[in-house]
């Protein structure tokens, strides 16, 4: 499966758009690109995912570029609860089992 | 919402003893995860299973068992537990199983947290 990169923090005011950045520059053309968080050591939530068009649910929307080697997760009006660890991970084909680096620390401030 | 449920939700034990952490699931998912996490690291995949009867050893080494003879059961046990074990285990399911299916969502339990003196 493809590798991820992503900052290893982020600050967002509440209220306003958190993007959390992610690029995959070796992602191949049957992986997809998934989001989840963590919050507090809890179990990981599957957020949203996608494989070349931008997808939007209740929780977030996931913009992925044309060339598909990078992808900004974008919660529209953060809230304090959306203090977590967001993971961004690339994955598919046969195996298909999901692989997590050490992800973006979102910390969301009053 | 997930219906994934994990017990104990902690556990302190000692050096030696044999335990077990459950993990069951009501959504009928065929695959299921076992997934070790130090705080504050990242999580690391431990165990899979594909269905009943299929178990499958993750991207990290572990002294651990599973077994899974019921579809929404995928328990893992310890023989004898050391300190080394201490750690957070975290159980998920997906619903494709197949060896050739993609990768579909996964749900996670609450987890359990392992403390071995």
């Keep these: 499966d493809a590798k991820t990169t992503q900052p290893p923090s982020m600050d967002c005011a509440e209220g306003r758009a958190a993007n959390l950045p992610c690029n995959h520059s070796t992602i191949s053309g049957n992986e997809y690109v998934y989001w989840y968080r963590q919050i507090h050591s809890q179990g990981p939530q599957y957020i949203i995912h996608g494989l070349k068009n931008n997808e939007t649910n209740e929780m977030a929307s996931l913009i992925i570029t044309e060339d598909r080697k990078s992808s900004t997760l974008i919660l529209p009006h953060a809230t304090l609860r959306d203090t977590a660890v967001y993971y961004c991970i690339v994955a598919g084909g046969s195996q298909g089992n999901l692989i997590f680096g050490k992800g973006t620390k979102l910390s969301v401030k009053p | ?117």
């Excluded at chain 2, 998912?29 to 299929?54: A, C, F, R, T």
């Excluded at chain 2, 060896?99 to 987890?111: H, I, L, N, S, V």
């Design chain 2, 1 to 117: 919402e997930a219906d994934i449920y994990q017990t104990p939700r902690y556990l302190v034990i000692g050096t030696g003893k044999k335990i077990t952490l459950e993990c069951s699931q009501t959504m009928g998912h065929d695959k299921m995860y076992w997934y070790q996490q130090d705080p504050g690291m990242e999580l690391h995949l431990i165990h899979y299973s594909y269905g009943v009867n299929s178990t499958e050893k993750g991207d990290l080494s572990s002294e651990s068992t599973v077994s899974r003879i019921r579809t929404e059961h995928f328990p893992l046990t310890l023989e004898s537990a050391r300190p080394s074990h201490t750690s957070q285990y975290l159980c998920a399911s997906s619903e494709l199983g197949g060896r050739e299916a993609p990768t579909d969502t996964q749900y996670f339990g609450p987890g359990t947290r392992l403390t071995v003196l």
